[in-house]
């Protein structure tokens, strides 16, 4: 009997010394004391452990940021190829791994987890080297040109940190636009730019320039700039409406009185044509109540005509009759 009892005893001690062992490790449960910097190259041993009786051990979930090694004695753990990308594809401040340790006499599966050093690696960054826009005129104050900007995506700007990624956007001073800064939904990594007009917009020039400035919240604080140009489509032309260079006159009227008037020279357009109205007849041509006398060289012009040049839409209205009011419009206006 108690050489049976002896048997049992050894045979026992031999089955526990075949087990993983580890006088530092914890198979089961793992936690790394140290952080782990996001920096760190693919390839690197972040953490290394005296092991007796592992055989291999081998990451479960694949593919993995984090892998693992038995080396002699040495139960280690390195970064991936894939680790470089942490930062671009997550957003947990720690990596946490199911590992199955290959014993020589049985398989045991654990955990192993490493908190992540939080830093402000990167600077915002846009989706595109720069942005284009062309707009339709005249367009009312605080309209969105999104829809005209990267097929209606916008301006959009990824901070892929895992802490302080809130990001501010700033555009270069200008008489033309604003800009606001928003969330993504459903992606916290992704912020878009929106461009707003501060008023109405009649008209702009052929190229606004503007510099689109992104700077995320981390400390130090870091910032990316994009270059943004907005044209207005000059397929539709739109025209100011026809404005006299004096408004009200001031004189009295009679007779064959000879007044000379002339438009505000960005508001005349060739097809301007001109009226009188009065309180007795309320609404007559031009003709029946006055003379318009062109310029010399305009009305003895015998060719085709021309656009009139600033001095050819100068006006003599001689007056035939009391005349309290002239208006001018466009020949062809719009509804």
Do not use: W
């Amino acid at each position: 009997m108690l050489l049976f009892l002896s048997v049992i005893t050894v045979c026992l001690h031999l089955y526990a010394t075949q087990e993983c062992y580890s006088p530092s490790f914890n198979f089961a449960s793992y936690t790394h004391p140290e952080l782990l910097d996001l920096t760190t190259p693919p390839g690197s041993v972040i953490a290394s452990f005296p092991v007796e009786n592992v055989r291999s051990a081998t990451v479960v979930q694949q593919p993995s940021y984090l892998e693992t090694r038995i080396v002699g004695t040495d139960l280690q753990f390195l970064t991936t190829a894939a680790f470089a990308q942490y930062e671009e594809r997550e957003i947990q401040t720690v990596i946490i791994l199911q590992v199955s340790y290959q014993c020589t006499t049985a398989t045991k599966k654990g955990l192993y987890r490493h908190n992540l050093k939080l830093a402000n690696n990167h600077a915002p960054s846009f989706l595109q080297d720069a942005y284009e826009a062309v707009v339709p005129l005249p367009l009312p104050k605080h309209f969105d040109v999104t829809p005209f900007i990267a097929n209606g995506a916008g301006i959009i700007a990824r901070d892929i940190d895992l802490i302080n990624n809130a990001v501010t956007f700033s555009v270069t001073e200008n008489d033309y636009m604003l800009i606001e800064s928003h969330t993504v939904p459903n992606d916290p990594k992704q912020f878009k730019a929106i461009l707003r007009l501060k008023e109405l917009v009649l008209k702009m020039p052929n190229k606004l320039e503007l510099t689109v400035t992104a700077t995320d919240a981390g400390v130090p604080q870091k910032s990316t700039q994009v270059s943004v140009v907005i044209d207005p489509d000059l397929s539709i032309v739109y025209d100011d409406p026809p404005v006299f260079k004096e408004t009200f006159i001031n004189t009295t009227i009679e007779k064959d009185l000879l007044l000379r008037v002339e438009l505000i020279p960005s508001t005349e357009t060739y097809d301007v044509q001109y009226s009188l109205q009065d309180p007795i007849t309320n609404a007559r041509s031009l003709s029946d109540l006055l003379a318009i006398v062109e310029d010399t060289e305009q009305e003895n012009e015998k060719t085709e005509p021309k656009p009139p040049t600033q001095q050819d839409r100068k006006k003599s209205i001689k007056f035939s009759d009391h005349v309290e009011r002239i208006e001018v419009f466009d020949k062809y206006p719009t509804s």
